[in-house]
């Protein structure tokens, strides 16, 4: 596993509104040279959402090109054309939207590259081609929870994929792809990759749209969250835009490095183990099995929901590990009360009062009980996240209202 801010950098620092936080999986990197490869996997996309006609639903697939490593957006016949700053209209925005077949379902096809595919239900989304750090084209990607995001008032989501196809140089062949909530929940999508396996997730039980949006209204502190029947914003983003308390989690995250400043919290990874307490500098100080240690001094309200700041995890095998459990554990509030980490019972999770109760709805409400709420949902296994090394296609289901 990686951090999703990985695919962000890849995506180009442009993308100024997206996030900077959500665990997510890319295929590893293989050895020797390899030649471009060819293949395209098959992208079939149903509708089945019972609120939109096909023709009222647009399609975006875009992302970074794994074979030449530039920003590109697909055409209909699944080619990656790379960004242009001459692809913005009169109106200052792109239009890559691929429409939807008249009925039925819609075949596309996705070629080597890492990116998002983005539906519009009702209206347009507006990308704009700008120029990067480095000079190159870049898109600046939407943005549904920002009130000034010329998006905001479009009904909107996304799911992410990293498809690495045979002869993609340096990486090892697969499809890796998840539905995700970090952002914003708005439709209700599902996803089913075949290949070696079969494996599906993100779909929603019956009428947990609804209930979603009425479980997050119910909660006076994340009430503000809800945007009409439009979406439900993460409430890192809530924080930012002034919709959710910046100081929510400080009771608990002080009970915690209060109640580990005279006990010992374990961590184990399944390959590495960690004790840790908090000590008189106020860091909580982990030491790995191996002798090596980290401290992680104590998180924000925003560091804990966005998984970032204190709670930074880096690839590194030491403070990485650390961090993305202490930020799980947080986020469903059991690091109190379970002193050996990561919680692997669900049933332990989302207790507290003050609890992330924005990623507790839409656990509720999944048909799998996966999805992917907070950056490090992924810990011990409960994103909405699938993989397979030998994919043959690729299912994404606007799923009923």
């Given at each position: ?25 890319r295929p590893g990197r293989a050895t020797g040279r390899a030649a471009a490869p060819a293949a395209t996997l098959p992208l079939t996309i149903e509708n ?126 697969g499809m890796y792809c998840n539905t995700t909530m970090v952002d914003q929940f708005s439709v209700p999508l599902g996803i089913r990759l075949e290949g ?123 403070r990485g590990p650390v961090a993305s459990i202490l930020g799980a554990g947080f986020n469903r509030s059991v690091l109190h009360d379970q002193p050996a ?61």
């Amino acid at each position: 596993m990686v951090d999703r801010r990985t695919f962000l950098a890849g995506i180009g620092a442009t993308a100024l509104s997206l996030p900077a936080a959500t665990a997510w999986a890319r295929p590893g990197r293989a050895t020797g040279r390899a030649a471009a490869p060819a293949a395209t996997l098959p992208l079939t996309i149903e509708n089945s959402s019972g609120a939109f006609a096909n023709s009222s639903i647009r399609v975006y697939i875009v992302g970074t090109d794994l074979v030449r490593d530039v920003q590109c957006r697909v055409t209909p016949d699944g080619m990656p054309v790379p960004v242009s700053l001459s692809d913005n209209g009169p109106d200052g925005y792109t239009d890559y939207s691929i429409p939807l077949s008249a009925s039925g379902t819609t075949t596309l096809h996705l070629p080597s590259m890492s990116g998002r595919i983005y539906f519009a239900l009702g209206d347009r989304l507006r990308f704009r081609a700008v120029t990067d750090g480095n000079g190159r084209p870049a898109l600046q990607y939407p943005a549904g929870w920002v009130e000034s995001d010329p998006n905001f008032g479009v009904l909107h989501d996304f799911v992410e994929f990293t498809h690495a196809a045979p002869g993609t140089p340096g990486l090892n062949p697969g499809m890796y792809c998840n539905t995700t909530m970090v952002d914003q929940f708005s439709v209700p999508l599902g996803i089913r990759l075949e290949g070696a396996a079969s494996h599906t997730t993100g779909t929603l039980e019956p009428g947990g749209r609804d209930r979603i949006f009425a479980t997050v209204a119910g909660q006076p502190e994340f009430s503000r969250l809800v945007v009409d029947d439009l979406r439900v914003i993460a409430p890192g983003h809530g924080i930012d835009a002034g919709r959710f308390p910046g100081d929510y989690f400080a009771p608990y995250v002080d009970e915690v490095w209060s109640s580990y400043g005279a006990r010992d919290m374990r961590i184990d990874t399944g390959s590495a183990t960690f004790t840790g307490r908090v000590d008189g500098s106020g860091e909580f100080v982990f030491t790995k099995h191996t002798g090596e240690r980290t401290a992680i001094p104590k998180p924000s309200t925003r560091d804990v929901f966005f998984c970032d700041g204190a709670l930074a995890a880096p690839n590194d095998g030491l403070r990485g590990p650390v961090a993305s459990i202490l930020g799980a554990g947080f986020n469903r509030s059991v690091l109190h009360d379970q002193p050996a980490q990561p919680s692997t019972d669900p049933a332990t999770f989302y207790r507290r009062g003050v609890t992330n109760h924005y990623a507790r709805a839409l656990h509720e409400n999944t048909v799998d009980g996966r999805a992917y709420g907070f950056a490090f949902d992924d810990v011990a296994g409960f994103a909405s996240y699938v993989q397979d090394p030998a994919p043959a296609s690729f299912h994404v289901t606007l799923t009923p209202f």
